[in-house]
Every structure is written in C-alpha cells, then in structure tokens.
C-alpha cells in the first residue's frame, strides 16, 4: 500500500514539478516586473543560476579547478566595479571544496603522487608556514591567514587538486587552453586602455592612490582587469613565453601562427604595462627551452635571436625615442636608480634581521604588514620582490627553505621532462615548466609568481608534469599520434 503510493506521488513529482516550479517563478518574476522592481525579478533567475553552476560542480568536480583558474583573471576588477562580496576567498573556497569532494569521493589514485619529491618539498614548506603560528613576535593568527593564501595555501591545493582531477589527456589540453581566451581577452583590454583611455571604474581606482606608480612620465601603465600594472605586465609575459614555447613546436602544429600572434600580442601587452621585470621570464623561459629542446636548429636559432634582442637593448640606443623601449632597456642597466634603492634597502635589512632567524612572522611585511602591523619596521619598508618578502617574514631559514623546495621543483620537472617522448602534450608542458622557472627568477623584483591569476596556473604545472610521467609509464601514448618533422619552408 506505502509502496503504491510512494510510486504515485514519485510519478506526480517527477510530471508536475519543474513545470509548476517553473509557473511559480514566472508568476514572480512577473509580479516584479510589473512593480518595476528588476533587482527582485532577476533574483530567483540568478539563484537558480548559482544552484545550477554548484550542483554542475559537485558532479564535475574539475570544473572547480577551472574555475579557480578562470576567477582570478576578475576578482580585482570586481572589486573595482563595486562588488562587496568577499570575491577575493573564491578561489581559496572552489580548491578547498574541490579537495573536500575528493575526500568524499574517496579519490585513492591520485595520493600516490602525493609521495613524490615535489609533494614532499612542498609539504616540508606547508609545515615550517604552520609553525609560523607561533612566531613570538608575529602580528597575530588573522594576519597569518590573509597572508599565507598565497605563499603557502595554493601553493599546496592546487597541485594536489590538480593532480586529482585532471586524469585525461584532452582535460590536460583544455587545462592550458584556458589561458588562450583569457589571454586574449585581457590583452585586448590593455589595448583598450592604452589607445582609448580608462573607463570610469578604472579612472576612479587609479585617483584612489594608484595613480602615483601607473602614471609615469607622461605615460599611463595599463593593467587590464588584474590587480595593478605590474601584475598584468607579469602574467602578459608568462603566457607570451608560454605561447612562444608551443608555436616553437618542431612537428605539425595546427594554428601555428596563430599561437606566434598570441605570443607577440602578450610581449606587446607586457611592454605597454610598463614592466621591465617580466622581460626575466621571457629571457629565461626562453633560455631553458632552448636546452629543453634538444634541437640543434632549434637552439642555434633561438640563441642568435635572444642574443640579437639582447644586443639591441644592451649595447644599443635604437629606438630610444620610444618610451616603452627605453623602459625595457632600464631593466638592463647596473646602475639603475631602482635597482640602487633596492640594494640600500636589502643593506638595511640585513642588519635588523641579524637576530631573527625565523623572521617577524607571517602578515608582519607588506600590504598584510601595513593593514595588521602598522607603524612597524617590517611593515614601513617595502617588500619589493617576492624573496625579500619571505625573508622578511619567515627569516632566513624560510628564505633557504623557500628557494630549496622551489630549486628542487625545476630540477625534478626537468628530469622529468627530459626523459619523456615528444609530442605537442609535452610540448604544451615544457611550455609550463620554462614559464613557470621564468617566474621564479623574476620574482626577485616583484611578487610575480604569488599574484593570482598567475600563482593557480603557474602552481598547476608541477601535477602536469608528475602526470605526464605517469601516463608514459603506464603505457599512454603521450605523443598525440606518429611524429612528422616540420616540412621544409620553400
């Protein structure tokens, strides 16, 4: 009798419910619109949205990754525009509910990864942050966790998100696709902003106080949607270096010339953000492939143009007019004020930070140490690049142990890599690995590698290359299918 009428009513559910649920929402959003009430009538449209997008999640959830990947590219514009919603934890909460499903899920086969020397390094850092903690002389553990998202937090759930969810060669492809629309998107911006000038929201930022180091002489530095100039001038470069390392693919490679544009579009968008920097990525990125390659053409070629472009900025003054030019030549020069300012300031510092071997704690320095620790020593000087911001925090063991697990990472990809057949998936890989060593030597003038978008992508590429290994060794044809050298141009 129960069963009969469990069936009964299961029947009417499943006939009645989304069309009766879909009249009660027009009979509302009608209601509102006929008050002339849009924010009301738009709201069970949007939440209907959000349920939607968060169920699509759970059931897929890899598309937290991506997303993860994809928010970052807008959370400082969002920001900009008004938006007072904590939009800054997204990502922090898409990675942590990814791993939490994973858990559920009772994912095994990605933990015997998690025992890899990269794995091992990384979590070696995660437990000296922890400790952190308890630093006597820290601003407090709220200023611990602002502070540690991005030198500590991502740095060790996007890889391990990474390396669980992505188990597919076409998920590995679309993984570094992403970067194609999004790239895109944010350069044409920049475009945008250096030919037709900023819009209102990015006018209205820029007076709030960022207009003293994105206007100068005479020259505004653009900065697309992300957090500021030098952050975009950042992530400009590492996809230029990136799309140049695939366009540079020695076998049959579809759009070809249109990955040469993406990749000179970005170097554009790099120099109008008025960066000097980043030019490190690329110049090292660069370098690296040209080893990586094991291709004699390849290397002899790609060394006569870095070597030209070198020349031409180092020992020549062609072009000098150019504002851009100029400031990218400046990034070159020994005796560059900036570069004076900043050896004063490492003078300094070394002298007060003698007697603190584990540093003034976690949030003490920069932007964290200005908000929670203001008036203070740490807190008054400037951080400048990424390596003085983890000594001044973490003290000198941490600046060791940081540079040693992030020295252990590019030797151990690179074996990796080294040993893998090619193809355009491991081209695609090495493209990561030579952007992502660019980012670590750059980042010795600025935050570059910390700074999101750049710290979800850049931290996705230690579980690309661990899978790509694995894949080998199990016996997946990594190649992509027979490899067919480039025909001779004629």
Known sequence: MLQDVYIVLKGLVQRFFLPGLALVIGL???Q??????????VLPVAGITAAITILSMFYYPRLMLFSAMAVGHFIAHLGRIGVTLPVGLSIDILLALALVVLMVQGEKGASRHLTKPEFIAIFIWIGYTLFQIVNPISPGPVAWFYAMRSISLYYVLTPVVAVSLIKTKAQ??????????????????????????MNEYEMRWLLSGPIKTHFLR??????????????????AAYVATIFGVIAAYPGRLKGRFFYVILALLNFYAMMLSGSRGPLAIIGIGGMLYLIMSKKVGITIFG???????????KYTTILQGNYNVARLRSALDPNDASLLVRK??????????????????????????ERFAPGSFLANTPTDGLYS???????????????????????????????????LLKQKVVAMYCGFVGLLVASYVNELITQVPISIISYTTPALV???QHWHNNGVDITDGPQQDRPPMT
């Open 28 to 30: 509302y959003v009608a």
């Open 32 to 41: 509102s619109l006929g008050g002339q009430n849009i924010s009301k009538a």
């Open 172 to 197: 590995m492809h679309f993984t570094m696709n992403m970067l194609i629309p999004l790239s895109l998107l944010l350069a044409i911006i920049s475009l945008r902003q250096h030919y037709s000038g």
């Open 218 to 235: 005479g020259k505004m530095r653009v900065f697309s949607l992300l957090a500021d100039a030098s952050t975009f001038g950042a992530y």
């Open 303 to 313: 060394s006569v143009l870095g070597g030209g472009f070198f020349v031409f900025l």
């Open 344 to 369: 004063a300031k490492e003078a300094i510092l070394s002298v007060y930070m003698s007697d603190k071997p584990i540093g003034g704690g976690i949030g003490s320095a920069g932007m964290w140490g």
């Open 389 to 423: 911001r983890i000594w001044m925090e973490t003290g000198i063991v941490g600046l060791y142990l940081y540079l040693g697990v992030f020295i252990l990472l590019s030797i151990y990809m690179g074996y990796r890599l080294w040993n893998l057949p090619n193809g």
């Open 466 to 468: 661990i899978l790509l």
